[in-house]
């Protein structure tokens, strides 16, 4: 499995951007898809993108939709999120997170689906 180092979090005024990064150790990483999920204060984890080995497949919750952006860079071992229009519900602990097989790629993820978490970045979205 990889291990995953999120960078990029930070304090931001609603409708503004941020890009996360996530590193990846190992050289396997292009065998994985990966994916983000947030946490919010008091609230469940929740899926909120992936992406396919190549990147050529992505996919989104619905309440990231249009706003984020998930891409990854397979000769740097990075996979990122690009946030924009943030709003204020934004606001959570954001996690890269490897899938738990090689070569496999589903467009929805449950907490099952993963075999790797980064730590967390917190991102905080003021009104």
């Known amino acids: 499995q990889v291990q995953l180092v999120e960078s990029g979090g930070g304090l931001v005024q609603a409708g503004g951007s941020l890009r996360l990064s996530c590193a990846a150790s190992?050289?396997?990483?292009?065998?994985?898809?990966m994916g983000w999920f947030r946490q919010a204060p008091g609230k469940e984890r929740e899926f909120i993108a992936a992406i396919s080995l190549s990147g050529a497949s992505t996919n989104y919750a619905d309440s990231v939709k249009g706003r984020f952006t998930i891409s990854r860079d397979n000769a740097k071992n990075t996979v990122f999120l690009q946030m924009n229009s943030l709003k204020p519900e934004d606001t959570a602990v954001y996690y890269c997170?490897?899938?738990?097989?090689?070569?496999?790629?589903?467009?929805?993820?449950?907490?099952?689906?993963?075999?790797?978490w980064g730590q967390g970045t917190q991102v905080i979205v003021s009104s």
């Open positions: 190992g050289r396997t990483f292009s065998s994985y898809s």
């Open positions: 997170a490897a899938d738990k097989s090689r070569y496999s790629y589903s467009a929805t993820w449950s907490e099952t689906r993963v075999g790797s």
